[in-house]
């Protein structure tokens, strides 16, 4: 099965989440969000702004190229 673009972005940012080290709640902490609000990011129900996109790759320490796909 392939993947639409919007599935594969929501499953990468999802992985990068678990795998940094980081609760949801101290993340959206971070990020200045509500945990209701990352998880609409999460469930691909809103999008974050490219500088909140930004933030949370710095975050989770990861590239926009690994949850956009872009490798």
Known sequence: MVM???ELIKKNLKTEIELCGKTKTEIA???GISKP???QYLSGRILPSFTTF???CEIID?????IL???
């Open 62 to 66: 990861c590239s926009a190229d690994d």
């Open 54 to 56: 930004a933030k949370l």
């Open 29 to 31: 902490k971070e990020l």
């Open 4 to 6: 639409n673009k919007e």
């Open 37 to 39: 609000t990352l998880s």
């Open 69 to 71: 796909g872009l490798h």
